[in-house]
Every structure is written in structure tokens, then in C-alpha cells.
């Protein structure tokens, strides 16, 4: 059997769904639009390239549209254990959970492409209000940063003293990452992932953005800060 993969920037947080097989071995078709990052929509785009010839292959996402792996298999090949096998290692490359998307060129998840990030007009008040090194330390660091994903599941973390992180997600229960202020930027080293990342964030005291390389971060949603760790993390 031969092997396929692609990784996806980012991400940043664990977020969590739950594996769905059934609907993508069974042969129906998925009920909702699952929203993708371009960068694995060009892994798709790849996986139906390469696929020509093999009996079975597999394309498995990360229900958070941010990480993919494929598998394709030429003989004695059973498409439950590689279907099993794409879920197994998306996850553990995304570090959350991975449902089937296609079965060789048989789409079983719909989906729509959305931009990781989009670039803000020089006047953008998103950009006016970012935080300075201090000001940033003071308003992450024992405190927690809620918010919510494009597929609209909702999160929370708490940014201990220590730089861990321990945070919930709303479908699938705890999680825990690192993080490190360098300067006026928030990095993320989260279990797993090879493809952390820095970001600054700007405050408009109701709602905070990240800003990675100047650019919004679309993927993280109705962020906003609470003082302390009201959720007991």
C-alpha cells in the first residue's frame, strides 16, 4: 500500500467534533456543507491527481476545514481500515477530529473554500487597535479567550501564568497547548502540530482579532477576553 499526505497551516486549537465514519463509507451523501481552508483544498485537488490507477482511496479532513490526509491502495485493500487509517493519521497530524470526505473520486462531505486569512484596508480600526507587548501580556495571561470556528462550534481557554494552556471545546471536552509572548505577538505550540503559529491581537474591548503577518485570521470567530478563569480550567 502506498501513502499520500498533506498538512495544513495552522491551527491553532483543538477543536473537536467527534469521528463520523458511517456517512462516509456508507455511500450516502453528507447532510451539511463542511467550510475548508484553500490549503486543503489543494490537497484535495492533489488526491484526485494522484489516485488515477488505485483500486481504493481515501480523503479524510479535520471537521475544524484545517487538516487533511489521504490513502490509496492498489491491492487487498479494504476500504473500511483505510478509511479508518486517513482518519487516524488527519487527526493526529490536525490534532482534532477527521471524518471521510471522499472515497476515491465519490465526494461524501460537500464543502465550500474559505480564506485562512483576509488582508484589512490600512484604515481598518481592527488594525488601529492592536495590542502592544505589555498591553497584551496584561490582557492574556490569566485570563480566557472565547470564541468560535467557521463550522461554528464554540471554544474557550485559559492562558496560565506558566504558558499553558487548558481549554474546552463545546462537542468534545478538554483539551491543552502551550503559549509564549514574544514581543507584540501570541505563538501557539499546540501537541502535534507542525505548523504553529504567532499572532498579534487587537482589542476593541468587546471583541479581539488575531492578525497573522498583518492579515485577519477568519478562522477563529467572536473572539472576546473574560477576566480570570471563570470556567475552572
Given at each position: 500500500m502506498e501513502l499520500g499526505g498533506q498538512d495544513m497551516i495552522a491551527l491553532l486549537r483543538a477543536l473537536c467534533l467527534g469521528v463520523v465514519l458511517a456517512s462516509g463509507i456508507a455511500g450516502s451523501a453528507a447532510a451539511d456543507k463542511?467550510?475548508?481552508?484553500?490549503?486543503?483544498?489543494?490537497?484535495?485537488?492533489e488526491y484526485l491527481k494522484k489516485i488515477s490507477g488505485f483500486d481504493v482511496a481515501v480523503f479524510a479532513v479535520a471537521e475544524n476545514g484545517l487538516g487533511s490526509f489521504y490513502v490509496y491502495c492498489s491491492e487487498s485493500c479494504s476500504l473500511?481500515?483505510?478509511a479508518k487509517e486517513a482518519v487516524a493519521e488527519c487527526e493526529k497530524r490536525s490534532n482534532v477530529p477527521c471524518k471521510v470526505m471522499a472515497v476515491n473520486q465519490d465526494l461524501r462531505t460537500e464543502?465550500?473554500?474559505?480564506?485562512?486569512?483576509?488582508?484589512?484596508?490600512?484604515?481598518?480600526?481592527?488594525l488601529s487597535k492592536r495590542l502592544g507587548a505589555e498591553e497584551l501580556k496584561r490582557r492574556i495571561v490569566g485570563n480566557t479567550v472565547q470564541g468560535e470556528y467557521p463550522n461554528g462550534v464554540k471554544w474557550s481557554e485559559y492562558y496560565d501564568p506558566s504558558g499553558a494552556i487548558r481549554g474546552k471545546d463545546a462537542t468534545h471536552g478538554a483539551y491543552s497547548a502551550r503559549y509564549a509572548l514574544k514581543g507584540d505577538q501570541i505563538c501557539y505550540d499546540y501537541p502535534g502540530n507542525d505548523d504553529d503559529w504567532c499572532a498579534q491581537v487587537s482589542d476593541d474591548g468587546s471583541k479581539v482579532y488575531f492578525l497573522k503577518e498583518g492579515k485577519l485570521v477568519t478562522f477563529i470567530r467572536n473572539a472576546s477576553i473574560s477576566e480570570g478563569n471563570p470556567d475552572n480550567y
Open positions: 463542511l467550510e475548508i481552508s484553500p490549503e486543503v483544498y489543494e490537497g484535495y485537488q473500511s481500515r483505510l464543502f465550500e473554500v474559505y480564506n485562512a486569512t483576509t488582508a484589512l484596508s490600512s484604515d481598518d480600526q481592527i
